[in-house]
């Protein structure tokens, strides 16, 4: 659970067009690799997004295509935006991070193994509370079929104290408090409900205030209710040979792990980070407080664990950031404070995306900042809103020649033909208005094409025998 192409949207890139032909490349075969149905992808450096790209389907049995403002699940690395909120309460003098969380809370959060303990901020955003993820309660907070219908307030008053109803002595670990290290959901749903509190505001509500707002994080919402219907990734799983669409769920502990953003947001969120907490003039958090985000919080007990974030290896470099994992999802985002870049990447799938990581990391150094990419409140790319309607073509069905409507006085384009599983399986430079498929296997594909530097909507298209 909460653990650790169809559209080709085309930024200013700033590496050669070759290297970024064999990323697209290794993507898709990563992601035939890992069964991911789905996925958008982002390089950020020297303040401005160097790449982006989308893939695959967003919704497999709906033939509906990912696009660079789909908002995809993002599990556990929604813990990185819980931790900025409470950090932003923190730089506001609202308490200390080795202050007893119990000194803010209407009720008494201790571990029975060690009473005279105190349980600190910084503990909940190292993982070493003490507090443990009892899975026997938690997932009763699961909604299978839509947002949480639970409240965080009651997520927090039933699992923490003695008096609550879903208070177990198997919420807690045998270790003292700030004794050792163990990955906890539950401590940074706590981390949340604390936000809530002390900032006298739904969390939901803070978080859209104080971070997506600042920096035009426009298509992330913790709840379905905040999205229009089918801009939401479907989650899948692989079974017998083919995509499993799976329910839009939700978890009333849900600062661990529910928030859905597009690779877009998250683009922006990264930049912040690495800009010193300010993106396009609005400040989310000082340059001192990222500074101890990316610093090692107890090296003694784990010698990886920042505030939140921790330290991971992709491509040869050590990067800070946070991977996610659930139902449905695998998402990762890392960044390289001290050369100023950093990776990401969304699928609405269950494999692993470390050979992904391992790409945007050789693309992330070699990449040129062009010095002309516009921070929000604009778009991230000016294609995205042009973007044409699907070209025409006949016949379709189609069993020898496809012929494609062109516009007239067309220079360059690019094709690219997805079949059913989201697999591509052709794509190449178009010479002429004539493309056959004759030796293609009867079936769906989605036809894509990039003509002049517009990227056409995908259309269906069937392979007769």
């Not at 609550?164 to 045998?174: C, E, L, M």
């Not at 003292?176 to 401590?187: E, F, L, R």
């Not at 969120?269 to 907490?277: D, N, R, V």
Request: hydrophobic share 40%.
């Amino acid at each position: 659970m909460r653990l650790l192409t169809a559209s080709l949207l085309f930024l200013t890139l700033s590496a050669s067009p070759l290297f970024s032909q064999n990323l697209d490349q290794v993507i898709q075969l990563e992601m035939n690799e890992e069964k991911l149905p789905g996925l958008a992808a982002c390089v950020v450096k020297g303040g401005e997004v160097v790449w982006m790209r989308s893939f695959g389907f967003a919704d497999v049995a709906a033939g509906a295509f990912v696009d660079d403002s789909m908002a995809f699940l993002l599990a556990s690395v929604s813990k990185t935006v819980t931790a900025t909120a409470l950090l932003q309460l923190h730089e506001q003098g609202l308490f200390g991070l080795d202050e007893p969380v119990n000194d803010y809370l209407p009720f008494v959060v201790q571990n029975p193994n060690h009473p005279g303990i105190p349980i600190t901020f910084r503990q909940l955003m190292t993982h070493t509370s003490s507090i443990r993820d009892n899975w026997t309660v938690m997932d009763g907070y699961y909604n299978l079929n839509g947002d949480p219908t639970i409240s965080l307030e009651e997520v927090a008053t039933n699992y923490f104290p003695t008096t609550g109803s879903d208070y177990y002595p198997q919420n807690f670990y045998n270790y003292a408090p700030g004794s050792d290290w163990q990955y906890s959901n539950i401590a940074v749903a706590l981390m949340g409900y604390l936000v809530q509190v002390i900032a006298d505001m739904p969390f939901d509500e803070y978080c859209e205030q104080t971070i997506f707002e600042p920096i035009c994080m426009s298509n992330t919402g913790w709840f379905l209710a905040d999205f229009e219907p089918g801009r939401v990734a479907t989650p899948h799983y692989f079974s017998n040979g083919q995509y499993v669409g799976i329910p839009q769920f939700g978890f009333a502990d849900y600062p661990n792990g529910l928030l859905r953003a597009s690779i877009q947001d998250v683009a922006q969120f990264m930049l912040a980070y690495l800009e010193g907490g300010t993106l396009g003039g609005n400040e989310i958090l000082t340059a001192a407080t990222i500074d101890s985000v990316f610093s090692l919080q107890v090296p003694s007990i784990d010698p990886y664990q920042g505030l939140i974030w921790y330290t991971d290896n992709y491509g040869g470099y050590e990067l800070w950031g946070h991977n996610g994992g659930e139902a449905g999802a695998s998402t990762d985002l890392f960044l390289n404070p001290g050369e100023g870049w950093g990776v990401a990447v969304l699928a609405n799938g269950e494999g692993y995306n470390g050979g992904i990581l391992d790409a945007l990391v050789d693309y992330a150094v070699t990449a040129v900042p062009s010095g002309n990419w516009m921070p929000p409140c604009s778009t991230v790319s000016s294609t995205t809103s042009a973007r044409p309607g699907p070209l025409r073509f006949f016949p379709n069905p189609v069993q020898g020649d496809l012929q494609l409507d062109l516009p007239a006085g067309w220079q360059q384009a690019r094709l690219s033909l997805v079949d059913a599983l989201g697999r591509t399986v052709k794509r190449e430079e178009l010479k002429q208005a004539t493309l056959n498929l004759a030796g293609l296997p009867a079936g769906v594909y989605y036809l894509e094409l990039e003509i002049d530097g517009l990227n056409y909507a995908p259309a269906r298209l069937v392979k007769a025998n």
